[in-house]
């Protein structure tokens, strides 16, 4: 079971997200950043993009994964529906993901998020599960 709350935070978004894996964690927090961007708009899984992405450590990992979100809706007008499949590698920090979008263009919605940031961000297993945090800047 994936998921995610939002936390009060002064002027940013500061999220939580968890997953009994680290990769169902990444997920809850790729969909909490996208419900950031987006809100409840329904997104058609029109287009496929594989990504893959590199970490120096997991905080590193998860920060790059989440820019890279921002990075396809700015240069390649790419928003992303969901994560079809991701692997993420502990010993390499490597990841690859499959996902799925549509063209940005085809919605109206007012993305607020100028970018992901280090404050207050962590990857943590606790007992049966990952938590990760992240404050967006908005």
Do not use: P, R, W
């Amino acid at each position: 079971m994936m998921t995610y709350k939002f936390l009060e935070h002064t002027a940013d978004v500061k999220f939580q997200a968890k997953g009994k894996t680290l990769e169902q964690a990444f997920i809850s927090a790729a969909n909490a950043l996208n419900e950031t961007i987006y809100g409840k708009l329904k997104i058609l899984s029109q287009k496929q993009k594989i990504i893959k992405i590199k970490g120096i450590d997991l905080q590193n990992l998860l920060y790059n994964f989440l820019e890279e979100f921002l990075y396809l809706l700015d240069a390649e007008d790419f928003l992303i529906s969901k994560i079809k499949e991701i692997k993420i590698n502990k010993n390499t920090l490597m990841l690859k993901a499959t996902l799925l979008g549509d063209k940005a263009s085809n919605y109206k919605f007012t993305n607020d998020v100028k970018a992901i940031t280090y404050n207050s961000m962590f990857v943590k297993k606790q007992k049966e599960e990952y938590i990760l945090q992240v404050v967006l800047d908005v």
